[in-house]
């Protein structure tokens, strides 16, 4: 088990938890695990027994579902503090994705049934922890939203100012996103073909608004992504 201090630490770090008392987040950190991965390693697959949630201490990870014809289909990228699966919680379902590792990363598993076990003994902690995934939920809503009917320029384009506003780090006036990511995984994310993620990014290349490296992206102008039309 992860030291009771390290992960208690970790968990006051985790939106879901913020409501919580210094007790309660000291009672939930016995329950918690440290793992270490390396890079490109799978956390769990699609479709497997649900064991535990997990919450990253460092590191990156993505989430990607895969069609019958082997096609991934990016659901998340998730940073420090980001617990997964979001549906681990209050439900038995098998997991419903595969996790992997973008970089060298460290979780904090917090095992399931425990962790119920807990929150049935904890009726206080329960709803504190149900009313801050109330309000996840609708945030997510409001995300779904603003992607219906969007064309694929619009999708790239909100991807990236996504990436920009959580991951990225503004040095001498450029942001730098540092997520190792291809073409084909943006792709998979945004729901279009990589020829078609090529095409963007070459014109955005081109009007100098943004650059790719093999550790992600720098913005160089933010405001002209956030206007930016073909």
Do not use: C
């Amino acid at each position: 088990m992860a030291g009771a201090g390290n992960a208690k630490e970790i968990l006051q770090q985790v939106p879901m938890f913020r409501d919580l008392s210094e007790d309660e987040l000291e009672q939930l950190s016995w329950y918690a695990i440290s793992r270490t991965y390396k890079k490109k390693s799978v956390i769990f697959s699609e479709g497997t027994d649900k064991e535990a949630v997990f919450f990253i201490q460092s590191g990156l990870v993505k989430t990607f579902k895969t069609d019958e014809n082997g096609h991934e289909h990016i659901v998340s990228f998730l940073k420090k503090g980001d617990m997964f699966p979001h549906t681990g919680l209050f439900n038995p379902h098998p997991y419903p994705a595969t996790a992997e590792t973008i970089v060298p990363t460290v979780l904090l598993a917090l095992p399931v049934k425990p962790f119920e076990q807990f929150l049935m003994q904890s009726t206080g902690v329960a709803i504190k922890i149900m009313r801050v995934m109330s309000e996840k939920l609708h945030e997510l809503q409001g995300k779904l939203q603003e992607l219906t009917g969007q064309d694929v320029q619009n999708r790239g384009q909100l991807f990236l100012l996504k990436l920009a506003e959580n991951y990225g780090r503004e040095t001498d006036g450029h942001i730098h996103i540092k997520i190792p990511m291809t073409h084909q995984d943006m792709a998979s994310a945004i729901g279009t073909t990589r020829e078609t993620v090529n095409r963007l990014l070459n014109q955005l290349r081109k009007e100098g608004i943004l650059e790719t490296s093999r550790s992600g992206f720098i913005v160089h102008d933010l405001e002209a992504l956030k206007q930016w039309r073909e």
